[in-house]
T-cell receptor
């Protein structure tokens, strides 16, 4: 079946540190991959996406590359800010039928000033 | 522009009472619509999705049901709530512009 596994949190970093949140997936076919971010008490917001192998998604300084050979989609940012503190979800969408999306368990990030 | 509205924002209901959560979408037609539940500190569980009016697919058999009476309206219901129904309920639609989901702001349901 399809699944998404991401590193457990919480991840605690100092401001301006480098961020990596690992994500691997299992899927049949060729899914699209996404990172979503959730701030406290809110719904999820799409952060970035990649729809095919070797695509790099990027937004607000965050990046992730769709690696089919390692079935991974790791999230990176070169210099985090306090405002990046949130929960990050890796997700895959099967490009068939109802375009259902499967989410990882989420990784909470704390950034200290 | 496309927007999604979800209400109420918070709800406290006694065990055994009924539930109705509503979600509406503006600025798009014939969207795919989804209901997810997020338990405290955990990931998202897909409950229902709909690809059109009156078309509902259930992902997890449970105490809840969903309906889509209009193209841009999606309703989550229960006849009798259980304690285990507590959680954060999120409605979403698939955004054809960016292939991802756009989520509503969520409803925090506490069953007491």
């Amino acid at each position: 079946g399809n699944s998404v596994t991401q590193m457990e949190g919480p991840v605690t970093l100092s401001e301006e540190a480098f961020l990596t949140i690992n994500c691997t997936y299992t899927a049949t076919g060729y899914p699209s991959l996404f990172w979503y971010v959730q701030y406290p008490g809110e719904g999820l917001q799409l952060l970035l996406k990649a729809t095919k192998a070797d695509d790099k998604g990027s937004n607000k300084g965050f990046e992730a590359t769709y690696r089919k050979e390692t079935t991974s989609f790791h999230l990176e940012k070169g210099s985090v800010q306090v405002s990046d503190s949130a929960v990050y979800f890796c997700a895959l969408t099967r490009n068939t039928g109802g375009f259902k999306t499967i989410f990882g368990a989420g990784t909470r990030l704390f950034v200290k000033a | 522009s496309q927007t999604i509205h979800q209400w109420p924002a918070t709800l406290v209901q006694p065990v055994g009472s009924p539930l109705s959560l509503e979600c509406t979408v503006e600025g798009t037609s014939n969207p795919n619509l989804y209901w997810y539940r997020q338990a405290a500190g955990r990931g998202l569980q897909l409950l229902f999705y709909s690809v059109g009016i009156g078309q509902i697919s259930s992902e997890v058999p449970q105490n809840l049901s969903a309906s889509r009476p209009q193209d841009r309206q999606f309703i989550l219901s229960s006849k009798k709530l259980l304690l285990s129904d507590s959680g954060f309920y999120l409605c979403a639609y698939r955004d054809k512009r960016n292939y991802g989901y756009t989520f509503g702001s969520g409803t925090r349901l506490t069953v007491v």
